[in-house]
């Protein structure tokens, strides 16, 4: 069983490899997410709309983590910085912290703000 520690990290790196078919087998079926720049989304269909849609907008897009913390056995909380190209050109970098809370092996929640 993957404590969450184990699963924020692979979180992270599935998401600059851009492997959204394993990035869902991590999640629960129930689910939920929310972030400033996308909303709030409940379940694994929800989510997985947004994600693809996300990283159709974004075909350049990559997360550091700056430093993971283990709130407590359950959650963890990331300050990352991450870069991205638009489908435009437009390219920005910014701030921002991720909490993932994770049980029985599977991501239960992630909660994205800016910074």
């Not at 490899?17 to 997410?33: C, G, H």
């Not at 990559?62 to 991450?82: N, P, Y």
Request: hydrophobic share 40%.
């Amino acid at each position: 069983m993957k404590n969450a520690r184990a699963l924020t990290e692979k979180y992270f790196a599935l998401s600059n490899a851009r492997d959204l078919t394993s990035i869902f087998s991590l999640l629960d079926p129930e689910a939920t997410y929310s972030s400033d720049n996308t909303g709030l989304f409940y379940g694994l269909e929800d989510i997985r709309k947004m994600m693809t849609a996300f990283f159709a907008d974004y075909p350049s897009i990559h997360w550091t983590i700056l430093e993971l913390r283990e709130l407590s056995k359950h959650i963890t909380e990331v300050d990352f910085a991450v870069a991205s190209t638009d489908r435009e050109g437009n390219q920005t970098e910014r701030l921002g912290v991720e909490r993932i809370v994770a049980a029985s092996g599977t991501i239960r929640h992630i909660e994205v703000r800016s910074r």
